[in-house]
């Protein structure tokens, strides 16, 4: 009489690659087939847009990009790596200060420009026009912030929950502050218009 086996388990196919690929000390090999959902790969070029989860896509330069609405102001603000006039580098700070007020580098652009107007005899002119442009500019900006500073309400609550006005709401004061401020304005424009 024959010796029966006492191993009356059954192995699946998945269990003799299971122990195969530990024999061969492949320990990441797969023993089953995956299932189930798979997303339909589509492959897109340079330049094409598509709509997925909500967003605008684009690929731009071989990278995969979001498109906003703030694109064309980010574009504004980007300075190139190279001066569209010239083609030379644009790394240096006056390269990048001179590209965003005439839209090519300092030098040789902006030297060249500026010596061409000198040779013509309207240079003056271009200086006191740049002059006062900063000058309009900083004569709004102050304006504005002491408009803000008399409007701006300061008050704090405290620890017993009552509400404290910090500010000196005096309509006296806020119309001293008004005329001194147009008293500065006018004289910051006699300067500019002159």
């Not at 006005?165 to 401020?181: G, M, R, S, Y």
Request: hydrophobic residues 30%.
């Amino acid at each position: 009489m024959a010796k029966e086996s006492l191993l009356k388990k059954e192995f699946t196919s998945k269990d003799v690659n299971r122990a195969r690929n530990l024999v061969k000390k492949d320990f990441s090999a797969k023993t089953v087939d995956g299932v189930g959902y798979s997303k339909a790969h589509i492959a897109y070029s340079e330049g094409d847009i598509w709509e997925e989860s909500g967003r605008t896509w684009t690929i731009k330069n071989g990278l995969r990009q979001n498109v906003t609405k703030l694109d064309a102001a980010k574009k504004a603000f980007q300075i190139p790596l190279r001066c569209p006039k010239c083609g030379g580098p644009m790394k240096h700070n006056l390269a990048q200060k001179m590209y965003k007020i005439h839209g090519f580098c300092f030098d040789p652009c902006t030297v060249e420009y500026e010596a061409e107007l000198r040779k013509v005899g309207l240079y003056e002119s271009y200086e006191k026009n740049m002059m006062q442009g900063s000058m309009k500019a900083f004569a709004r900006d102050i304006e504005q912030w002491v408009l803000d500073s008399l409007e701006y309400t300061d008050t704090y609550v405290t620890e017993q929950g009552d509400v404290e006005d910090w500010n000196n709401n005096d309509t006296k004061f806020k119309t001293q502050i008004n005329e001194k401020l147009q008293e500065y304005l006018k004289h910051l424009k006699s300067h500019i218009d002159s």
